[in-house]
């Protein structure tokens, strides 16, 4: 993770995040306090990395969930993802949300957890765990709707909320850049 200028969606600046192989994980993070029973789904904003590498996967056949409602993707790239979390003094948990497969390196995007997939009707949210868990329906094992997760852990409080991108073995070499991250309601322009 670093500061670029190289390309912003506001100001001069953004975070550029790079995994270059698929255990590789980049993340920019913004501490923030509260209850996860009330927390509001962030969104941001990304653009694919003229460095990313196109997979040779079958993003969609693989995880369909990662395709938006009425798009088809074969080979393509990942989005970065958000990631929460969480602690109630004892335990930490991480809930991430879905990226999206993109079939061409993508100009600046928003990641909304209003977005329908191929699968469901919304974002889908897993914790550290994945597989813990039954599916929402409709859904495949692990994920839920983030509603789920904040009444499943809705003791815990927001340590920490952050953007990720990487530790996909489905992919090469992943790039993009990151800007105006909103969480409840107040954007952080990560570039500044």
Do not use: C
Not at 106 to 133: I, P, R
Request: glycine letters at 10%; hydrophobic letters at 35%.
């Amino acid at each position: 993770m670093f500061w670029s200028t190289e390309e912003a969606y506001s100001g001069i600046y953004s975070v550029k995040l790079t995994a270059s192989t698929f255990n590789d994980y980049a993340k920019v993070k913004i501490p923030i306090s509260g209850e996860f029973s009330s927390f509001v789904a962030p969104s941001f904003y990304y653009k694919i990395s003229d460095y990313a590498i196109l997979t040779t996967e079958d993003i969609g056949g693989i995880w369909p969930i990662y395709v938006r409602a009425g798009e088809t993707v074969a080979s393509g790239y990942l989005s970065p993802f958000p990631v929460i979390h969480i602690f109630d003094g004892s335990e930490e948990h991480w809930i991430i949300g879905q990226p999206w497969a993109e079939s061409t390196p993508v100009d600046w995007t928003l990641w909304d957890n209003t977005q329908a997939s191929t699968v469901y009707s919304e974002a889908l949210w897993h914790d550290e765990g994945v597989f813990d868990y039954p599916p929402t329906e409709g859904g495949q094992v692990g994920w839920g709707t983030l509603s789920y997760w904040t009444d499943h852990y809705s003791t815990y409080d927001v340590v920490d909320v952050g953007i990720g991108l990487g530790s996909f073995a489905v992919t090469g070499r992943q790039s993009a850049y990151v800007d105006d991250l909103t969480i409840n309601g107040f954007t952080y322009n990560l570039g500044y």
